[in-house]
Structures are given as structure tokens and as C-alpha cells.
């Protein structure tokens, strides 16, 4: 084949496949078409040199931090700063620019601090004879600057750069390079002069090819318009003109979760109406949030789909077991990650009666009531459970228990093989051996021979599934070699702790990719927005452009800030971009990229376009982006269609998921659900309530409960022996502050929970109980009010509410895998429990934010335990004879330090409901207050404490508690302890603090109390 004459340089692979455009008998030679990432690879040589890939680079950057001094230096063992370090030198390398580009005594002290670690870092790879991407680029201009290139490019006479408007660092230095050996270069910029700030993105590049007078390049200029009907849509994007007649539709649908389901379905259409598959286009801007659920519900029925992007290694199946794998040792085995972890490699547990599946294995460890195997054994557990089961089968109940036990201890002790510090390579080998044992393998799955491309019974999409998880299987075996080699190889590696590794390989995982599954031709594309650049489709469908995804939000640098960037761009020419709002013409607002990039995709589409997007509560635009806004504009007055939401899906101003979805509730779910989807509804609550026999067991004896009117019944006195048990229950051992309120609350609900250990009948649920969304509400607490801490408290939070607010989400989003820790509800009930969290922290935050109060976070989630170095609060009965233990956590512990020197605390407790608590009958709050005393603020002159609503915010302050210290604790000790002597006295009674208690009550069937009874005889009559 003759070498090529012509270049012609795109943005992505795509955008180079997409314009090779064949007839019949044609022959295209398809090297001319490339890009510049493979261009640059393609044409120098690192000579004596080896490549270090960026995991070596990454390796290296955490030394050199590790040697430095300030920030630097403490931030070396932060797996997420040492990579913004190496993405700061890796760019700055790649535009050019070195250690000898920034003198010492011309620039800043943060710039300073990056100039050294770049020149250390220069002087580390050259030591070791290693060269990275950057040096590969640079050995890439400087062979064609001297003419040193390969034979394929020896004719190469003209060279067409066509858009892409991403001109700086190498590949401008190529550009120029090519035109100083006599190569016609031209480039395309898709740039409007009468639309600058929709354009401000290719002005950048325009902006840097003007600062170098030198170059020899022909610069044209294309508006990019489009062809067909939506030529003149795209001229009227950002202008005042209107374009009423283009074929653009809009899907407002319910909810993210639902678009896989809307885009299949409008898909389909399209190819039951003959467009080919292959000239349809999905793209959405966050591809990791809806690119693989689209994916799959195309897949699902039955239309070929392709990606050029893998998934994410740590959201498959394998990669999720390798990080909870990893962490679950440090935090002790915490009961729902062990279950979850246990659930993922699909172990059973042989019994004497047959095998247990990793579901009943999950019940029964639920049931022994452990939370971790940190604060109680889970074999102590087990085996408790099944000593105290009422079985005829006791000793088969404790086989079964041993069993599980010796199942789980076998896994924990594979988990905790990992050494808590050792040098890399040890680290890498006992981390492969861990994974060696613990089997991740899936069994093999085969087609009939009359099913032979398992389509039957959706073998298919097992068939599927397999494979996925095997060639994550396959990427993570590839990191754990690039691992081992580097840290064979590498003299820098130094020691690792087991955190840090965990940490270092879960930012690993959360950067690699599977390889694409599919086929291209006769596909339709599944794409990010970004991709759809200088492409054309005929159809095109633009995916939940929401008011919160494009533009996105730009990600601060923690290294090469604006501002460093502004002083970089200022000694050296405009080399570097800005990605916000700075002065100076090579400045770019944060959504400038986004805004051309959308112009670029409306572009794309040459005959019919769809615009989806999410609706949103309280939102008057229904949650559409800006960007979304002015297509509206544009259009006129187009309408917008509602797609129809399936069952499990929040409704438009119907917050159903945000119930209790236990069977038990599916009636009022059905009832509510009428107006949307009545045949669905009524036939999903009948389906469920036929099929569980647990539900119609209740309502059976409930109705029962309710007709029994027997008079009041005190409980017997205890005997001596009952009264020695129940004194070894409460005093020689350690309580807790929740249960010690549970004996304010009631003397005989105690008894029955605590020392009887009678528990509530479970009832199966589809979203998550009342104990999951506390949890995911205090986890979400924790983690917004812990970063508003170190920003200053509420006292800085008040200055910018609104940023505040901001930034409150963000991290709230950041955290949502922390927030779901303890919830296991099926995945498309997830984004309920967030927004019931997200709910939580709203209320608070608005409550906060409204005071001006000088209280402000001290300290959340404060542990008093045997485990955590801060030890259990004793408290001494008054004869002096006896002690009581008590350890547990505190939720949020406020001060305030006034200006005459006395300092304030506040103690407050979350709670989903907030009950009229009488003065001496509650515990908790007391018992927080004296810890947060002792450990916390000693010198204290006044100690509140209250009870918070989780979804208002109200406040509940404890009434009957002195604010003075060495009073309350005294009032603590005489009424604890008269209530506990009371109990071992022999007197267990029920005592109700208020007879609404007992409505909730899980034992009021046992103690018969009229007062319960009567609460609701009027509406059970």
C-alpha cells in the first residue's frame, strides 16, 4: 500500500472511524485518519530508556513527597494527594515545560513547592533510565523536528488538523515541527466569532496558536452547524433567533434509574421504523452513572449495543470484593460488609440437614444479633442464639451454628493474613494469596444443545455476566502484576501500611476500565458526550442533562490551582488552560468547555435529536440543565413529554420510596400508586400478599391481640434465682446508653429485650427498615458536619450559606457508598434512602444555618469503648459497693466558648421520632453529657442536652437536668440506680414513661397492659 501523502488528525478514535465513509469498491487507507495520542507514540523512540507506565510515576511521586518538607511531606501518605501531585507534573510536563522553565527567584512559594518536586522528579526517572508519557510525547517532536521519523510518514506532504480545540503543550510543538520541515499544516477550528462565549474553548487554542507569531499554520475557522434539519437549531443556539421546526423531542422522565428503561424503548422504536442500528447514537455526560444501565436495558431486549468504555473496575463485582475485602479487617469485621463480601463470592455452608445458602447464612448471623466482631465474637453469637432457641432440635440448631462460625472465622482469618506494615512487594504477594483463597471464581455456565446461543431462559445475560466477571477477574490479576513489578523494580518503594494500600489500590481500581464488550458494527453507540465531537449520527439521544450534570461542576486542583496556573501561563505564555472564572484572555469560565462541547453534540445529530432529563421536586424547570433551557428557548415552545414511571420509581411529587416498603404497607403503596399505574399496582400488592404467608400471619394476630380485654396484669416477683440472673444482666455487664433509657422507658420492656432476649418477628421488606435509615442518616450526618468542622464550624458556614449548602451536597454525594454501609435494600430502592439521608442532613443544616448562637461542632460520633482508647464511663451506686460500665457513642457534641471565659456543651442525640420524656426516666443524655465531660471539655461551667429530630431538625431539650455539672451526675446516679435496684429487686412490672409507648411496643401481647389497650379501643371499635 503507498504511504500516505495526506494526514488528517482527530479528536478521538471515533470521530476518525465515524469519518471514514466508504462506497462500494473503495479503498481507504485508514492510517491516514489517527489521532494525536497516537501520533505522538508513533513517531519517536525512548532509545536506552524504559517506559514507566503511570503506576510507577504515581510510586514515585508518594517518595519524593515522603522526602519533602510542609504539606508535602504530611500529604505523602494520601493516595488521593499523591495523585493530584503526579497529574500536576504530568501536565506540566507535557506542555513543556521543566524544572529549569520556573527560576526560584521569580516565582511564588506554592509554586516553589511544585517546582522542586518536579525537578526532583526529573532527576529520579533519569537516575533509573525510566521515561513516561511525557518524555515519550517530547522524543515524538523532537524526532520530527529533525526529520527522524518513520518510513510511514517519509511522504508526508500536508497535514489536517480537524477541531478537537485542545492546541497547547505537545501537540502544538508537533504541529510546529512538522511546518518547520516544509509539511502544509492546517487547522480547523470550530470557532464563531459572532458567539465568543459559546466558542470560548477552541478560543483558547486559537489564543496560543496567535501567541506564537512563528508558526507556519493555516488557521480556518468552521461553525459547525450541522446538515440537514438541525442546521439551523444549531445557528440559533445562544442568539436571539428561534428554530420552531427542528426535530428535536424532550423526555422529561421520572427518575435517573429509569432512563435505561424510556432510551430502550424509544430506541427500538427507531429500529422497528428502519433506521440502522449503527447510525444511532445514546450519549450522556456522567458515562458511569447511566452509560452501563442503558447498556444493559438495550441488551436487555434484545438490541445490540457497543461502548467504547468499560466499566469501572471497582464497580464490578470482583473489583467491590477487593476493596471491602481490604478495609473490613481495620474496622473489625463489621457485621452487613462481612454478609455483603460473604454474599459476592456466593459460598454456602454445609449442615448436617443440607447446605445453607449466603442468604440464610445472612439471616441467621442477623439474628444472633452481632454488629461486628469487634465490640462481640460472631461464633459467641451463633452459639448463644442457638442455646437459647426453644427447638426441639437444640443440638442440630448448634451444629448449624458451629458451622456457620467455622465458615466465617475462615474467611476472617484469610482477611487478616494481610501484614499491617511491610514493604510493597510483600504486601502485593500476601495481598495475591488473600485473593488466591478466597476463590472469586464464578461456576461455568453452558448452553443447551437445543439452546445453542443461550438465549432461553436469559442464559444470555448470564452468559454475559460471566464474562464481565471474568475479565475483571483478568484486570485486577494485571494491576497485581503492574504492582509486583513496580515494586521489584522500583528502588523507591519503600513500606506500606495496610490502610494506605487500601487506599492506594482502591484509587487503582476506581481509574481502570474493562475492555468494551460487543460488537461495533450493526451496534448502536453508547457513548459520553465528550465522544460525540467532531462525529454525525442520524439519531441521537442526549441523556439526563439534568440541572446538576452538564455543565458539570468543575473538581478543584489541590496542586496546580488557578492561580498557579495563571503565574505559570504569565512567565511562560499561555501554556496551561484555566478551568474558572480568572481574568486575562486565556482564561476560561468552568462550564466554557461544556457549553461548546453541547453546541458540538446538538452537531453531531443530523436528522432527529432527543433531549432527557430527570425531573426533580421543588424545581419550577422540572430539573432540566440550563443547557436545556436554551434548547427550549430555541425551539419555542416544544412539548414535553412525560414518560410513563414503572412501580418502583419515585413519582413525581409521590415520595412512595420513602415509605416503609415492608409487605405489610404494599396495600397503602398500591392505593397511592392508583392514579399512575392502577393494573401494576393492584396486581404487584396481590402477587406479593399471595405469595408470602408471614403477612397474613400477622394480621392474624394482631386482629387477635386486639380482641383480647382482660384486665390490668401486674407480672409474679421474680425469685431469688430470677433476681441473681437479672442482677448478672445489668450490673456485671456492660450497658449501653440506649439500653439504660429502655429501663427509663419501661421496667418489663427491659426485661423482655434485654434479658429475655425476646426479639421482634421479622417481616421480609423491600426497602430499607427504620434501623437502616437512621443509619444512612447519621452516616450522612457524620460526614457533611465533619467537613463543615474543617471548615471553620457553622461560625464560617453562615458567612456563605449558599456555599455552604453547595458544598454540603457535594460531599454529601461523594459519600454515598459510607452512607449505604449498613443498607441492604435492592439497588433500585438505593436513591430513596439517599434522599431520606439527604433529607436528614437538610433539616439539620437549615436549622443550623438559621442561629446565631456561638455553639458550633466539637466533635461527632464519639466512642467510649474498651476498643477506640477512650474507656467506658463507670458509674458508682451510691452505697459505694457497686459499679455500673456503660460505653457507647455520642452523636454530635456541640461547644461554644464565650467571652468571659466559660465554655458551654451540648449534647445531642438523633432520633427519627421524638417522644415527651417525664424528668428521671431518661438515661442516655445524662450519660453522654458526663463523658463528653470528662473526655472532652473538663473545665465546662454548663452542659444541655437534647433530643434532635432527624428529618425536622426540632429540638427536644432534657427536662429535669441541671445544667451544672456535679449536680446532674449526682441526679444520674441516685435515679439509675433506684430504677436498677427496683428491677433486681424482683419488681419487673410495666411502667410505660407514657402509654403512647406502648403502641410500638414489641411485647405488648405478653404483659396484656390495659393502658395499651386503651390508646386504641375507640379506633379499633
Not at 485486577?476 to 490502610?499: I, K, N, S
Not at 461542632?857 to 467510649?864: M, Q, S, T
Request: aromatic fraction near 6%; include cysteine; glycine fraction near 8%.
Amino acid at each position: 500500500m503507498p504511504q500516505p501523502d495526506e494526514l488528517h488528525v482527530y479528536p478521538s478514535r471515533l470521530a476518525a472511524d465515524r469519518a471514514i465513509e466508504l462506497r462500494p469498491g473503495d479503498c481507504v487507507g485508514t492510517q491516514n485518519f489517527t489521532t494525536f495520542g497516537a501520533l505522538l507514540r508513533s513517531l519517536g523512540s525512548l532509545g536506552g530508556h524504559r517506559y514507566a507506565p503511570p503506576l510507577v510515576c504515581q510510586i514515585l511521586c508518594r517518595s519524593l513527597m515522603g522526602s519533602g518538607s510542609g504539606w508535602v511531606r504530611d500529604a505523602a501518605r494520601d493516595p488521593f494527594a499523591v495523585r493530584a501531585v503526579h497529574r500536576a507534573i504530568v501536565e506540566l510536563r507535557q506542555a513543556g515545560i521543566t524544572a529549569r522553565h520556573l527560576p526560584g527567584e521569580r516565582i511564588s512559594a506554592n509554586l516553589k513547592t511544585v517546582a522542586d518536586l518536579l525537578s526532583r522528579y526529573e532527576n529520579a526517572l533519569q537516575r533509573v533510565s525510566l521515561a513516561d508519557d511525557a518524555d515519550w510525547e517530547r522524543t515524538g517532536v523532537l524526532a520530527t523536528s529533525k526529520g527522524a521519523v518513520a518510513p510511514t510518514f517519509s511522504h508526508l506532504r500536508r497535514v489536517v488538523v480537524q477541531g478537537g480545540a485542545t492546541l497547547f503543550g505537545s501537540r502544538l510543538d508537533l504541529l510546529a515541527a512538522m511546518a518547520s520541515r516544509g509539511v502544509r499544516v492546517d487547522v480547523r477550528l470550530p470557532w464563531d466569532g459572532d458567539r465568543k462565549e459559546a466558542f470560548a474553548w477552541p478560543e483558547a487554542s486559537l489564543h496560543n496558536l496567535e501567541a506564537r507569531d512563528t508558526l507556519d499554520i493555516g488557521v480556518t475557522f468552521d461553525t459547525r452547524q450541522g446538515t440537514g434539519p438541525l442546521e439551523e437549531l444549531r445557528a440559533a443556539q445562544f442568539t436571539d433567533k428561534t428554530a420552531p421546526q427542528a426535530p428535536v423531542s424532550f423526555l422529561r422522565i421520572a427518575s435517573r434509574a429509569e432512563h435505561g428503561r424510556a432510551i430502550a424503548q424509544r430506541v427500538r422504536g427507531w429500529l422497528l421504523s428502519g433506521v440502522p442500528a449503527d447510525s444511532i447514537c445514546v450519549a450522556v455526560a456522567e458515562f458511569d452513572q447511566l452509560g452501563p444501565e442503558i447498556t444493559d436495558a438495550l441488551s436487555g431486549i434484545g438490541v445490540p449495543a457497543y461502548s467504547r468504555r468499560g466499566v469501572r473496575l471497582h464497580r464490578t463485582a470482583a473489583g467491590r470484593l477487593v476493596e471491602d475485602a481490604l478495609r473490613i479487617v481495620d474496622r473489625g469485621f463489621p457485621r452487613e460488609p462481612l454478609l455483603e463480601l460473604w454474599r459476592t463470592l456466593g459460598r454456602s455452608v454445609d449442615v448436617p440437614h443440607g447446605a445453607l445458602n449466603s442468604a440464610q447464612v445472612a439471616d441467621r448471623v442477623r439474628r444472633a444479633g452481632v454488629r461486628s466482631a469487634r465490640l462481640w465474637s460472631f461464633r459467641e453469637g451463633l452459639v448463644n442464639r442457638a442455646y437459647r432457641t426453644r427447638s426441639f432440635d437444640r443440638d442440630g440448631e448448634m451444629r448449624e451454628a458451629v458451622a456457620i462460625a467455622d465458615a466465617l472465622d475462615g474467611v476472617m482469618d484469610r482477611l487478616g493474613s494481610l501484614p499491617q506494615c511491610a514493604p510493597l512487594a510483600e504486601q502485593v504477594d500476601a495481598l495475591e494469596e488473600m485473593m488466591r483463597g478466597l476463590d472469586m471464581s464464578l461456576p461455568a455456565i453452558s448452553a443447551h444443545s437445543g439452546d445453542p446461543d443461550g438465549a432461553q431462559w436469559g442464559r444470555r445475560g448470564l452468559l454475559r455476566a460471566q464474562a464481565r466477571h471474568h475479565g475483571a477477574l483478568t484486570a485486577l490479576a494485571d494491576v497485581f502484576v503492574e504492582l509486583r513489578q513496580t515494586a521489584r523494580t522500583a528502588p523507591w518503594a519503600g513500606d506500606w501500611e495496610r490502610p494506605e494500600l487500601c487506599d492506594f489500590i482502591g484509587s487503582v481500581l476506581s481509574e481502570r476500565r474493562l475492555f468494551p464488550a460487543g460488537m461495533r458494527a450493526g451496534s448502536v453507540a453508547v457513548l459520553s458526550i465528550d465522544e460525540l465531537v467532531e462525529t454525525h449520527f442520524d439519531n441521537v439521544i442526549l441523556a439526563g442533562i439534568d440541572a446538576d450534570v452538564l455543565p458539570r461542576a468543575s473538581a478543584p486542583d489541590l496542586v496546580l490551582t488557578e492561580e498557579l496556573r495563571v503565574e505559570v501561563n504569565r512567565l511562560l505564555g499561555p501554556r496551561l488552560l484555566q478551568s474558572a472564572p480568572m481574568t486575562g484572555r486565556g482564561a476560561l469560565h468552568g462550564s466554557a468547555r461544556d457549553t461548546w462541547i453541547w453546541l458540538e453534540a446538538l452537531a453531531s445529530c443530523q436528522k432527529q435529536l432527543v433531549v432527557t432529563f430527570s425531573t426533580a421536586d421543588n424545581d419550577p424547570q422540572g430539573g432540566r440543565s440550563e443547557l436545556v433551557d436554551e434548547l427550549v428557548r430555541s425551539l419555542g415552545t416544544p412539548e414535553i413529554e412525560l414518560t410513563e414511571p414503572s412501580y418502583a420509581c419515585e413519582f413525581p411529587g409521590k415520595r412512595l420510596l420513602r415509605q416503609r416498603w415492608s409487605l405489610g404497607s404494599l396495600s397503602n403503596a398500591a392505593r397511592i400508586a392508583t392514579t399512575h399505574n392502577p393494573g401494576k399496582a393492584v396486581a404487584l400488592d396481590a402477587l406479593l400478599r399471595g405469595r408470602d404467608s408471614v403477612t397474613s400471619s400477622i394480621e392474624l394476630r394482631v386482629n387477635q391481640e386486639r380482641i383480647i380485654r382482660g384486665p390490668k396484669r401486674q407480672s409474679q416477683p421474680l425469685s431469688g434465682a430470677q433476681r441473681r440472673r437479672v442482677e448478672e444482666e445489668v450490673v456485671g455487664k456492660v450497658q449501653s446508653p440506649s439500653r439504660l433509657d429502655l429501663l427509663g422507658m419501661c421496667r418489663f420492656r427491659f426485661l423482655a429485650g434485654q434479658i429475655l432476649k425476646l426479639e421482634r418477628e421479622p417481616v421480609p421488606a423491600l426497602g430499607a427498615d427504620a434501623r437502616e435509615e437512621g443509619s444512612a442518616g447519621h452516616a450522612a450526618l457524620w460526614a457533611v458536619y465533619r467537613d463543615i468542622i474543617g471548615c471553620g464550624g457553622l461560625t464560617m458556614a453562615r458567612i456563605d450559606p449558599e456555599g455552604t449548602r453547595a458544598r454540603a451536597r457535594s460531599v454529601f454525594d461523594a459519600q454515598r457508598e459510607v452512607i449505604l454501609e449498613e443498607v441492604h435494600v435492592h439497588p433500585s430502592l438505593e436513591r430513596a434512602v439517599l434522599e431520606d439521608a439527604w433529607g436528614a442532613v437538610e433539616a439539620q443544616l437549615e436549622y443550623d444555618l438559621r442561629q446565631s448562637s456561638e455553639l458550633s461542632p466539637l466533635i461527632l460520633e464519639f466512642e467510649f469503648n474498651e476498643h477506640c482508647g477512650t474507656p467506658p464511663l463507670e458509674i458508682e451506686s451510691p452505697d459505694g459497693r457497686r459499679l455500673l460500665r456503660v460505653r457507647g457513642s455520642i452523636d454530635r457534641v456541640d461547644l461554644a466558648q464565650h467571652d468571659d471565659g466559660t465554655e458551654e456543651l451540648l449534647i445531642l442525640d438523633y432520633k427519627r421520632t421524638l417522644r415527651k420524656r417525664s424528668p428521671g426516666r431518661h438515661f442516655q443524655l445524662p450519660v453522654y453529657a458526663l463523658v463528653a465531660r470528662r473526655n472532652l471539655c473538663p473545665g465546662a461551667n454548663s452542659i444541655r442536652a437534647g433530643w434532635v429530630a432527624l428529618h425536622s431538625g426540632h429540638r427536644e431539650m432534657a427536662e429535669g437536668m441541671s445544667e451544672e455539672p456535679d449536680i446532674f451526675a449526682a441526679q444520674l446516679r441516685e435515679q439509675l440506680w433506684g430504677r436498677i435496684d427496683t428491677l433486681v429487686g424482683g419488681d419487673v412490672s410495666p411502667d410505660p414513661d407514657s402509654p403512647a409507648l406502648c403502641r410500638a411496643c414489641d411485647f405488648s401481647g405478653l404483659c396484656r397492659y390495659d393502658a395499651a389497650r386503651n390508646v386504641d379501643r375507640d379506633t379499633d371499635d
